[in-house]
């Protein structure tokens, strides 16, 4: 790929407009051209960004494929975009996500088809923005916009309590960037009128001003990621929103948040991430240890997955503060693996949902009686999410308890517990539902999967244990840029 | 004694404007009964003329007439512009709800003339009486098209709330500019800049607690007209009781000149006196934000609901005087064109809403807009999102170049005060586009405006997510307006 082409913007652009055209085929007499109109547009979305793969040179550590044009004079900001190992790995698995969700809602949804569909579309796009901006206030903009669509997939399709769930999602989430906003306006002052993120890794600061930054970048982020304890809007958001949404939620929105530790809070303030790497260990191990056993005694299966992500996303954030190559390493399997993990946990459900309308584990029963396919599937993705060796989530856990022994004993001991934890309730739930005898009529109804479902399925699986049993295409391509990360916390600003 | 004409060229605009307010009275006097949109023509004519001639004779550098009191700049000329472009807005919007409500009459369209004078006096005034008289035209003409419509209770009740309370204001400002002359002993903006400057120098501290004490009631005035807490009680009265399409008018146009009155007064004025009207401003925006931001989450009329937004809105913008540099007065200009902006369409959306024996009054009648319409729930969407100061759309951008300005200042604790409270700002925004989008319609009323109503609006929601995506021209026309003026 030619460097002057712009293949960041052709990836964020085309999936916007695509989800412009599926909204312009206006109500649902025309759903189906919706469907196929979207379809089209998120494989297209998939394809024009299979170059940023090919056309990476993983022994940079630098970005690749900038673009750089003023955009706001008056601000000095700029179209600035670019990736590194960190980002491009996030958006490969963005774009493979959307078809999938595409695919997900074929039948399912049913009114207003092609606000569904759009919106799935203009939101990959954001994402991607989100991943590729160079400049504080264009990430700013993709991180907020994101939150529109989100919000109104939630409200529009979700379940009974869409509504509380959609604006919790909303504010919460509004709240922490808008501490994030000030605090790259401050930045803007001190670095002489910049809003480029790399003149920010670069910008000197003092401690004081450095724990404040970091502060506000941990509101934004934490509330993303969700960290405990500003992570009660997730169960409630998962719980309400129609399936495509909690994966899109669990599998993109998510890693927006430790996206931003990577790009914003570990480069900027290096010594503040430092000086309050405790604090953020311990919040991470409670998330692990805690939140583990909260999901352990849940009703509802999407919300003890919902719990289940927020434990799996304490990892990353150990990972993250654990300052050495295997824990952010791990970190980012770990949020790639989450993604294939949680999409496919969530579909599982959502399949079972479709037919049965309840989401209660106490409602099933015996399902593998009535649908052998599904429970097959079900069973590797299960495993997967306890953290199954030869299965990707094994990778990611297996480096950042690696990483964590490096720090402190205890750390690694305690975020091994997850082994014991997230084997405990993924499987007792999956014993729950799967097997046994079948107690209610309504499962001895039960189809099994149809082809569009195990197209998806399929799909996902083979992902997962690609991932598990030959991480290194991940992984060759993060090197070098988290060394430089390393290397460049390890230095420090003062 | 050889008596010289003034140099009339830099108010031209002016004169035409008023040669063709009584040409629509007469207008109407003579064939009102048989051609009702002659009026209606004629006044639009009036402000595409007008904008041909300020845009003809925009000049830069400033240049002063009648004796000094009155001034024509490059702020002037875009505050102009802008005002003539959101006056014939409101007319568009306006026509057939005033057409439905019987009020379609020479009145409604010289009163809105008239007070379209008022505000480009205003606007160009370098003279405390010229700026006096300016705003008095407008409020005069207000009050009077607030009770419009005789036969309701709640128009005139509002009308003569904002009688008495405008009143009561401009007695504070007269007061106010009555303690400066005696201080200073002159009148005209530029002279009394130049006597504080030496008051200052001369360390005279009688004269200076005059002055102080001068300053207090202009700003109290000035927070009148600007709707700013706790100077703010008339505003959601008069939002909820007037007809519509006179707290379109209210709520837009004189927002423009209230801004430029701010600049002349404060900026131009008494801009040495900074360091005293920083600490009063930040008292009413942080007020304004608290109350405006709170109280609008209680209501359930969208009028009044959107006047405690605008008093938010104010305070926010005032947040850019603050800072008191170019950069900060350039901010706050381009808050008060994008409010304006806003405000214009969330209005024009309220009175689609409405029709013949029905006001669209509460935020109820917002319930399942999309599924009535979904374009329109759209173009709201956007409005509302713009509101609440979400990217991409240009509320965004407003808020943060205020912000920008503030940091840029020094206030940090100020702009995470702001921030905070657009957070629960954000919150009744949300609940409108909550209505809209996840609720059932109550009522399947087809809506049919008439054509170039359904055009500008849609303009006017589009124009809010384009110059979020391109806000560059915008605030590079502010940043200019405020360089070559202050």
Known sequence: MSSGFPLLS?????????GIAVLATG?????????????????????????????????????????????????????????????????????????????????????????????FLIMSGIVNGVFSSLDAILFYVFWEASLIPMFLIIGVWGGPNRVYAAIKFFLYTLLGSLLMLVAFIYLYKVSGGSFSILDYHKLPLPLTPQILIFIAFLLAFAVKVPMWP????????HVEAPTGGSVVLAAVMLKQGCYG??????????????????????????????????ALVQADMKKLIAYSSVSHM???????????????????????????????????????????????????????????????????????????????????????????MQVNFWYAFLAATTLIFGAAYTLWMYKRVVFGAVANPAVEALQDINRREILILAILAAAVLWMGVYPLPLTEVMHATVDELLAHIARGKL | MNFLPPDLAPAYPEIFLLVMVCVVLLA???????????????????????ALITFATSAPGVTYTFSGMFVDDTMADILKLLTYVTVSMVLVYSRSYIAVRGMFNGEFFSLILFATLGMMVMISASHFLTLYLGLELLSLSLYAMVALRRDSVAATEAAMKYFVLGALASGFLLYGMSMVYGATGVLNIAQVA?????????????????????????????????SVAPFHMWAPDVYQGAPTAVVLFIGSAPKLAAFGFVMRLLVEGMGSMAADWQGMLIILAVMSMIIGNLTAIAQTNIKRMLAYSTISHMGFMLLGVVSADGNGYSSSMFYM??????????????????????????????????????????ITLLLMFSLAGIPPLVGFYAKLSVLQAVLNAGYVWLAVVAVLFSLVGAFYYLRIIKLMYFDEPESDAPILPPGDVKLLISANGLAVLAFGLFPQALMALCDYAIQQSI
């Not at chain 1, 052709?10 to 695509?18: D, S």
């Not at chain 1, 500003?230 to 958001?237: E, F, G, K, S």
Request: some cysteine.
């Open chain 1, 261 to 294: 530790f990577l790009r914003f809070s570990l480069p900027i303030v290096p010594d503040a991430s430092q000086y309050l790497s405790g604090m953020m260990i311990t919040l991470s191990l409670i998330a692990v240890v805690y939140i583990g056993l909260v």
């Open chain 1, 27 to 119: 109500g649902d007499r025309n759903a189906q051209l919706a469907r196929y109109l979207a379809l089209a547009g998120s494989v297209a979305g998939l394809l024009v960004a299979l170059p940023l793969y090919s056309g990476f040179d993983p022994l940079l550590g630098t970005m690749q494929f900038v673009e750089l044009h003023p955009w706001i004079e008056r601000f000095n900001i700029h179209y600035h975009l670019g990736v590194d190992g960190i980002a491009m790995p996030l958006i490969l698995l963005n774009c493979f996500t959307t078809p999938l969700m595409i695919i997900a809602g074929w039948q399912v949804i049913k009114n207003r088809v092609s606000q569904y569909m759009g919106a």
């Open chain 1, 10 to 18: 052709l990836i964020i652009w085309l999936p916007i407009l695509a």
């Open chain 2, 337 to 378: 064109v994008v409010y304006v902006l806003m405000t214009l369409g969330i209005f024009g959306m309220i009175m689609l809403l409405s029709r013949e024996g029905f006001e669209a009054e509460k935020i109820d009648d917002f319930k399942g807009l999309n599924r009535r319409n979904p374009w329109y729930a759209f």
């Open chain 1, 230 to 237: 500003v992570h009660t809007w997730l169960p409630d958001a």
């Open chain 1, 314 to 404: 304490g990892f990353v954030t150990l990972g993250f503060f654990l300052f050495n190559a295997y824990g952010v390493e791990g970190a980012m399997v770990q949020m790639i693996s989450h993604g294939f993990i949680s999409a496919a946990m969530f579909l599982c459900v959502g399949v079972m949902y479709d037919r049965l309308h309840s989401r209660q584990i106490a409602d099933y029963g015996g399902v593998a009686n009535k649908m052998p396919v599904f429970a097959a599937f079900f069973m590797l993705f299960a495993m997967a999410n306890s953290g199954l060796p030869g299965t990707s989530g094994f990778v990611g856990e297996f480096m950042v308890i690696m990483g964590a």
């Open chain 2, 28 to 50: 109407d006097l003579v064939a009102g009964e048989k051609r009702p949109y002659l009026a209606y023509l004629l006044a639009q004519a009036a402000l595409f003329g007008c």
């Open chain 2, 194 to 226: 130049e006597v504080i400057q030496k008051v200052i120098q001369g360390g005279v501290i009688d004269d200076y607690a005059i002055l102080v004490v001068g300053l207090v009631f202009i700003v109290a005035g000035i927070s009148f007209k600007l």
